[in-house]
């Protein structure tokens, strides 16, 4: 399954970002998926995650009040919706396909090439 991500720019503290994650090549509703952030020098970190059908979430500690993880099967998309920005959210946003549900990154095997996401204070 090949994923692009979009959605990412620049927002003021306190905004609002729905980044979306487009699937092809195979049915996204094969996958969990989920998704991960990277800021400069930091480890890539979990943010949120999705099952196959959607009806199982899981989320950062720190980011479940301010983020929401949706997917839409029949278009072969998977969102994050993501309020209150703040700019320790500034970071690249990558969306991942699992066969497995869960919020390990080497769980996923598919990944997208990611989205920027700057928040300015």
């Known amino acids: 399954v090949q994923l692009q991500a979009s959605g990412g720019g620049l927002v003021q503290a306190g905004g609002s970002l729905r980044l979306s994650c487009a699937a092809s090549?195979?049915?996204?509703?094969?996958?969990?998926m989920g998704w991960f952030r990277q800021a400069p020098g930091n480890e890539r970190e979990f943010v949120a995650a999705?099952?196959?059908?959607?009806?199982?979430?899981d989320y950062a500690d720190s980011l479940k009040d301010r983020f929401s993880i949706s997917r839409d099967n029949a278009k072969n998309t998977v969102s994050l919706q993501m309020n209150s920005l703040k700019p320790e959210d500034t970071a690249v946003y990558y969306c991942?396909?699992?066969?497995?549900?869960?919020?390990?990154?080497?769980?996923?095997?598919?990944w997208g090439q990611g989205t920027q996401v700057t928040v300015s204070s």
């Open positions: 991942a396909a699992s066969l497995s549900f869960g919020s390990l990154a080497i769980m996923y095997g598919y």
């Open positions: 090549g195979r049915t996204l509703s094969r996958y969990s």
């Open positions: 999705i099952s196959r059908r959607g009806g199982i979430t």
